[in-house]
Structure formats: structure tokens, C-alpha cells
């Protein structure tokens, strides 16, 4: 069992910028891979970015490259996502998730994921 809280959301007007933290305890959480996802209202739940256990390899949706960075520290058991130029489009719930599948390659959709946060509140004002 892992449990993974989401923290750093809150209001910020357009071209700012964010740092999301999620916070890991239970397993080993270097174990696992990450992955951000976010959810707008009536709107499905889509993948943000992924990043393995070891950070070698990082994926991103092409809405957020270039402006959003997954990263993690594996020795504080905390993944981040630092969200530049952030959009009104960015408004969403952000919720990070870790696999159950070795943490080499991150999955690039929820059910790969097997743990989740409770997400936290983005809001981009325009």
C-alpha cells in the first residue's frame, strides 16, 4: 500500500507558474513510477507527465511540453510538477498516481497506475 498526498495547488493567473509536491509513504517509493494526471469539470481524467523510478525517462502530453516538468526525489519519497506559463486551459484537479508494473516505463494512462492522491486544486484566471 502506498499513500500519496498532493499538495502546492491554488489560484494563479495566466503565465504564472506552480510547483505541485506528492508526497509518498508505505512502500518504497522509489519502486514505483510516477505519473501526473488532471481533471477539468466534465472532462475526463488525462495524463499530464510520467516519470520512472530512476528519472531516466519522462513523458509528457503534448498540451504541457515545454512548459510543465516532472521530477522526483527519491530520498525524500516527493515527485513534483513545476508548471510554467500556465493557461486558463490548465484549470483542473491534479491528482499523482504510482504503478504496480516495476517503475521502468511510465504508463501514459490511469490504468497502468495503482495508487492515487486525492488531488489538489489548480485554478488559472485569464
Known amino acids: 500500500q502506498v499513500q500519496l498526498v498532493e499538495s502546492g495547488g491554488g489560484l494563479v493567473q495566466a503565465g504564472g507558474s506552480l510547483r505541485l509536491s506528492c508526497a509518498a509513504s508505505?512502500?518504497?517509493?522509489?519502486?514505483?513510477?510516477m505519473g501526473w494526471f488532471r481533471q477539468a469539470p466534465g472532462k475526463e481524467r488525462e495524463f499530464v507527465a510520467g516519470?520512472?523510478?530512476?528519472?531516466?525517462?519522462?513523458y509528457y502530453a503534448d498540451s504541457v511540453k515545454g512548459r510543465f516538468t516532472i521530477s522526483r526525489d527519491n530520498a525524500k519519497n516527493t515527485g513534483y510538477l513545476q508548471m510554467n506559463s500556465l493557461k486558463p486551459e490548465d484549470t483542473a484537479v491534479y491528482y499523482c498516481?504510482?504503478?504496480?508494473?516495476?517503475?521502468?516505463?511510465?504508463?501514459?494512462?490511469?490504468?497502468?497506475?495503482?495508487?492515487w492522491g486525492q488531488g489538489t486544486q489548480v485554478t488559472v484566471s485569464s
Open positions: 498516481a504510482v504503478d504496480s508494473d516495476g517503475g521502468y516505463i511510465p504508463p501514459r494512462s490511469a490504468p497502468g497506475y495503482e495508487y
Open positions: 508505505g512502500r518504497t517509493f522509489s519502486r514505483y513510477a
Open positions: 516519470i520512472s523510478r530512476t528519472s531516466i525517462t519522462t
